[in-house]
Structures are given as C-alpha cells and as structure tokens.
C-alpha cells in the first residue's frame, strides 16, 4: 500500500525556521518525483516545488523561491523542504504528493497520484 | 508563469444535475491539465488526467475535455457525495493549480 506521511509542522514565530518531512513507502521512492503543496485555511491548493527523482531539477513557485529549499533523501525514502524566514501568510496544511507521468502518443503528461495527509504549519506570535 | 482561472468560483446545485466547470489557461498547455476533487479535512483526489483521462476507480459520471487553453469537467449526475471542491492543475510549465470551484448542495 503506498504511504506518505508528512511530519514536522507546527507552530512558529514569524521570522523563523520549519523542516517538513515526508516519508514514504509502498513504492520505489528513488524513480519517482515530488512535490510539495500548501493550502492556507479557506483558500485553495498551492503548488510551491518540484524535485525529480535524482535531484537534478528543481522547480519553485515564485512565492517560496528564496526562501523554501526542496530536498530529498532516497536512503531513506524521505521528502525534504526547509522553510525560512516565515510570514504570517505561510500558514495553511502543507502536503507532499507523488509526480508520475502518463504516457500518451509519445508525450509524457505529469499527474499527482497519491499524497500525505498533510501537516499544519501556523505562524504566528 | 502560466495561470489559470476557473469559473464558477462556487455553485449550487441539485442531485442529479448535470455540472460543468471551466478551466482557462493564459497560454496554450495543449492537454497538460489534470482534476482533482477535495473534500474538507482531506488531501486532495485525482479524478481526470491529461485532459480527459479518467483515473482509475473513478465513477464515469465525470469526464474531461478540452486542449489549449480551455477546458471542462463535467459531472453527468451530481450524487451526493460530488458535493465537494474541485481544482484543475496545468502541467505544462510548473504545477499550477486553478482557485478552485465549491460545488454546495441546492
């Protein structure tokens, strides 16, 4: 059965540091890409990055870029991202999601698959 | 970066009403564009990939179509558990996700 579980939210002074983790299982971590998505309460789903399988591209959306770092672990079937310099504005469920590709008349379409339940991460003083 | 605005924003609507909402793109994304449903309190769900691609284990009650820069989910029956959020997201560039349509109960 394929898993992901985030880990690591909470609550933050704004200005601050949060490591969001995303473990995962069920599935040959290491061949597929990752992403990460937010969604602030009341609002809609945010896309804020991208790493493929083997860390060779990264993508941010352009309200994290600078300041949210996307990694990840294949030892140890574990999706990264580091959070700095929090605002008020970055509270809302943050979840980690499966990329994997359709193909179809030799284009390959992205999809997300499966995703983690979510973890909350508030800022606030 | 590529946007995408969906519309209604949120409707009412009945059990057994045909639904359709529309996804704009500001530039052509030929058919990189996928729905997802959402319920309160959970992750979101994949329905229609590539356009009109209907995910597995999916009731066929909803469809997808579209390509370039216009594109339709269409629920052929709302049945009670429909009632829900609905997002579509473009592929093509980055991952970007649309505002989202609130499908309420009539």
């Known amino acids: 059965e394929v898993q992901l579980v985030e880990s690591g939210g909470g609550l933050v002074q704004p200005g601050g540091s949060l490591r969001l983790s995303c473990t995962v299982s069920?599935?040959?971590?290491?061949?597929?890409?990752m992403n990460w998505v937010r969604q602030a309460p009341g609002k809609g789903l945010e896309w804020l990055s991208y790493v493929s399988s083997d860390s060779s591209t990264i993508l941010y959306a352009d309200s994290v870029k600078g300041r949210f770092t996307i990694s990840r672990d294949n030892a140890k079937n574990s999706l990264y991202l580091q959070m700095n310099s929090l605002r008020a504005e970055d509270t809302a469920v943050y979840y980690c999601?499966?990329?994997?590709?359709?193909?179809?008349?030799?284009?390959?379409?992205?999809?997300?698959?499966?995703w983690g339940q979510g973890t909350q991460v508030t800022v606030s003083s | 970066d590529i946007q995408m605005t969906q519309s209604p924003s949120s409707l009412s609507a009945s059990v057994g009403d045909r639904v359709t909402i529309t996804c704009r793109a500001s530039q052509s994304i030929s058919r990189y564009l996928n729905w997802y449903q959402q319920k309160p309190g959970k992750a979101p769900k994949l329905l229609i990939y590539?356009?009109?691609s209907l995910q597995s284990g999916v009731p066929s009650r909803f469809s997808g179509s579209g390509s370039g820069t216009d594109f339709t989910l269409t629920i052929s029956s709302l049945q009670p558990e429909d009632f829900a959020s609905y997002y579509c997201?473009?592929?093509?560039?980055?991952?970007?996700f649309g505002q989202g349509t609130k499908v309420e109960i009539k």
């Open positions: 999601a499966r990329d994997i590709l359709y193909y179809y008349d030799s284009s390959g379409y992205p999809l997300f698959d499966y």
């Open positions: 069920g599935f040959t971590f290491s061949s597929h890409s």
């Open positions: 590539a356009a009109s």
């Open positions: 997201q473009q592929t093509y560039g980055t991952r970007t």
